[in-house]
């Protein structure tokens, strides 16, 4: 199976178009990252689901209702 | 490492601890450099992590890497995502940092730094960084489970029902208390309030940038908010020096309360990516930027300690700042830097959806709250490098000070007015007098620090400039978390409304919605109000509450752990949630206790009540009623623990006596596709 772990993979990711840190960063701050979703389509083999803007609106959505400590 | 090395290795970095805790515990009169604490903490931090959080991983929770994790079964691209274990510690660590562990270390300083400092480094090795890794491996091998469904699954439903009323009513206390932190910060201080009301027009630009300008550009939109929030920054000096425009921005505690209870209400009910999100990323940057930039400035300059070891408060229980001895409030005073129930919601929240291999927990849970009790020490350093004169000043009320006066002459922790109003000039303020709550006391200290560092680096000092800085960074997290906080509590209250009125269940209906959550801002405005107006200064009643009812939620958490390890037939190892929970108990029970029925009107809400009784004064009704509210908020407390612990108390013995089956909950075990060892 293909290894999919998000971040981290600089020199890899570098080697691929110089995302690894974009990802990596986005993935840290939790920001939307439509070109990591449109990979994990591409890798699990369907068609992507949700346009940008359909993916931005449900990825802020879903934050409202994650906690943050004290 | 070869075997002996390590042991070489080891071996002296554990003698360099102890020698730092026989510094700092032995000095008496004579001044101690931070550098011991530092030395000490991170000692300790190496060794409990080197071996406690392994022993942990080994062989408690027997983590195994050949065991798919939800992100790698659940993998959708967007929440379940495998990541890579250090770009996820920066996200949890993001998640579980707050305001608690820069406040609690500056409030607890009272007693000095030794007691505080003790509680953080060995409170967070033997019992917060376990709570978090326990919560984090229990939802991981949960699908991500939150805190209350665990509850509700592995003790009973009444566990869940709990734990559920427990996080409601913390929410409303913690939410009065920090608000309560920002009002006193933000007090008569138009640089402060300036700066800080333009942080809304920026995050709302923000927002409209990466929602609809945009889609999802949060780095780009992030950049151009950091540069306004610092012209914000410098042009709230030029605002407080105008005669015609530091009035508009010049306000009472009372209404900075208003505004307060407006903006969480608005907050709330407006869409999610308008103000929540855009400030959130801007904390978070900030935050974490902040934290690093402390962190070199504490190693640039080594800044000696003023505050001594043990005041005469840790054992007269008598302190200004809040009421009562060292046992049992320094240990409830510092709950997010040494255990807090809170971390248990992120922990069993998004960060163990994203977890790529079950090994890396132990970095993620164990180190994260590792780093944030490192947090909590250099806090204490920032309060611990101001002369105990101006600390005491600071945090304060004159009723509260005239009481300590006698106490505070004998140990030599005076301070003039000139010094105090010059200080105040210097921090460009036109007082600092009476500002309780921690916030500008710490903001003092560390600006400080940052003028030091930056004077050793050839640079001006720019005192008001980080003083305000840090004034901005401390109030731009609290106002998140009480976004947050607030929409949380919405959504909770509107389940459990619910349940009665399907209707008001729907997040999209605005009427459930309105009525939600201004039931949740007036709860905690009440007790915001409530400090504001009270004499004493409310941090006095309102933070022992909230350290209760964190420390609750964290007795929550060891309850679940504790039950799951028992169930998996580990109960040979129960003892490692089991005795900080039986700590906890003890320190929670005590604390409620003594703030109800403390003879001493200065920490017992009935005793404070009964000496109002009769009193001519305006304000004695409305004080006795607090009082009775506080009593029955604390009681509250308290009878939740006993019942959840009872409740659990029960399960353990049913298990272990083979009376009931200890059946786990765990999602069905899957081979990971991963290479073993990647």
């Known amino acids: 199976m293909r290894r999919e772990i998000d971040g981290g993979r600089g020199r890899r990711r570098a080697a691929e178009g110089g995302t690894g840190w974009r990802h990596a960063l986005r993935r840290m701050f939790g920001m939307p990252d439509y070109e990591g979703y449109l990979e994990h389509c591409r890798s699990s083999g369907h068609p992507p689901r949700l346009t940008e803007r359909e993916y931005v609106k449900e990825f802020f959505d879903s934050k409202g209702t994650g906690s943050r400590c004290c | ?678």
């Open chain 2, 1 to 678: 490492m070869q075997p002996l090395a390590s042991l070489l290795v080891w071996s002296g970095i554990s003698v360099l601890g102890a020698a730092a805790f026989g510094v700092l515990a032995l000095s008496r009169g004579e001044t101690v450099n931070a550098a011991w604490l530092l030395i000490a903490a991170l000692c300790t931090y190496a060794v409990g992590y080197r071996f406690y959080s392994k022993f942990l991983a080994d062989r408690v929770f027997a983590l195994d890497d050949r065991r798919a994790t939800p992100a790698e079964r659940c993998n959708n691209g967007r929440d379940f995502v495998p990541t890579n274990k250090w770009v996820l510690y920066g996200h949890h660590f993001a998640a579980i940092a707050g305001a608690g562990p820069l406040v609690g270390p500056v409030l607890a300083a009272q007693f000095g730094f030794l007691p505080g400092t003790l509680w953080l480094v060995i409170g967070v090795v033997l019992g917060g960084a376990v709570q978090d890794f326990v919560m984090l491996f229990c939802s991981l091998r949960r699908d991500g489970k939150s805190l209350g469904q665990m509850a509700k699954e592995e003790v009973n439903p009444a566990a869940g029902a709990m734990a559920m009323l427990a996080v409601l009513f913390i929410m409303i206390i913690l939410l009065a208390v920090l608000a309560l932190i920002v009002v006193n910060a933000l007090k008569a201080s138009p640089w402060g309030l300036f700066t800080i009301a333009c942080t809304i027009p920026i995050a709302l630009l923000m927002g409209w940038w990466m929602k609809r300008w945009r889609p999802g550009k949060v780095g780009e939109a992030s950049a151009a908010g950091a540069v306004l929030l610092l012209g914000a920054l410098v042009a709230g000096g030029w605002v407080a020096g105008q005669p015609q425009l530091a009035p508009l921005f010049t306000h009472s505690a009372t209404a900075l309360t208003w505004m307060m209870v407006a903006y969480g209400f608005i907050a709330s009910v407006l869409p999610v990516w308008m103000l929540l999100c855009p400030r959130d990323y801007l904390s978070t940057f900030l935050k974490i930027t902040t934290i690093l930039v402390l962190a070199v400035a504490i190693l640039v300059i080594l800044p000696p300690l003023k505050m001594p070891a043990l005041t005469p408060f840790a054992s007269l229980g008598e302190g200004p700042v809040f009421a009562g001895k060292l046992f049992p409030f320094a240990f409830i005073t510092i709950a997010c830097g040494a255990i807090s129930g809170f971390h248990a919601l992120v922990a069993s929240g998004t960060t163990p959806k994203m977890i790529a291999r079950e090994s890396d927990a132990r970095l993620i849970g164990y180190g994260g709250m590792l780093m944030e009790s490192f947090v909590g020490v250099m806090a204490m350093i920032a309060a611990c490098t101001l002369d105990p004169g101006v600390y005491f000043a600071m945090n304060t009320t004159p009723a509260a000070l005239a009481q300590a006066s006698q106490v505070l002459g004998q140990a030599g922790f005076v301070v003039t007015p000139d010094v105090m109003s010059e200080l105040a000039a210097r921090m460009g303020e036109t007082t600092l007098l009476a500002r309780s709550g921690g916030a500008p006391s710490l903001a003092v200290g560390m600006a400080q620090i940052f003028a030091g560092a930056t004077s050793a680096l050839g640079g001006k000092t720019l005192d008001a400039l980080w003083y305000h800085f840090a004034i901005m960074f401390e109030a731009l997290f609290i106002l998140t978390t009480i976004d947050t906080g607030t929409r949380v509590g919405r959504f909770m209250l509107q389940e459990v409304v619910g349940h009665v009125w399907p209707r008001f269940a729907e997040t999209s209906w605005y009427p459930g919605v309105i009525a939600s959550s201004a039931l949740i801002v007036t709860g905690w405005g009440y007790f915001l109000y409530q400090g504001v107006v009270d004499p004493l200064g409310g941090i006095n009643s309102l933070w022992p509450l909230f350290g209760i009812s964190n420390q609750l939620l964290a007795a929550v958490a060891l309850c679940v752990g504790t039950t799951v390890l028992i169930k998996m037939g580990r109960a040979r190892f129960a003892w490692v949630t089991a005795a900080p929970l039986a700590w906890l108990a003890i320190v929670t029970m005590t604390a409620g206790w003594q703030k109800v029925f403390s003879a001493d009107p200065r920490l017992g809400f009935l005793a404070h009540a009964a000496s109002l009784a009769g009193s001519a004064s305006p304000d004695a009704a409305r004080l006795i009623l607090n009082d009775r509210l506080n009593t029955f908020v604390a009681l509250l407390f308290m009878t939740i623990v006993t019942v959840l612990i009872v409740t659990s108390l029960r399960e353990w013995w049913l298990v272990l006596a083979h009376r009931k089956p200890a059946i786990v909950h765990e999602a069905p075990y899957v081979e990971t596709g991963y290479a073993t060892g990647d």
